[in-house]
């Protein structure tokens, strides 16, 4: 398995989840997608918010892989 980096924006309001917000996830031993719960973990450590993960469905977001 590999490691990979995601850039995660959202596009659309959901819930808490604001249009515009972005983060970047860093994975280890995964090549896969970041799953819902690791996105709201990161956007509430970066935003200091209370996202619950079914707000962060991938239709939410522009997703792309940086390595």
């Known amino acids: 398995m590999g490691t990979s980096v995601w850039k995660l924006n959202a596009i659309k309001r959901n819930g808490r989840l604001e249009k515009g917000m972005s983060v970047e996830i860093f994975q280890t031993n995964s090549v896969n997608k970041p799953p ?29 892989k940086l390595s």
């Open 36 to 64: 819902q719960k690791l996105i709201a973990e990161k956007i509430n450590e970066k935003y200091n918010t209370k996202i619950d993960a079914g707000s962060c469905g991938y239709t939410n977001f522009e997703i792309s």
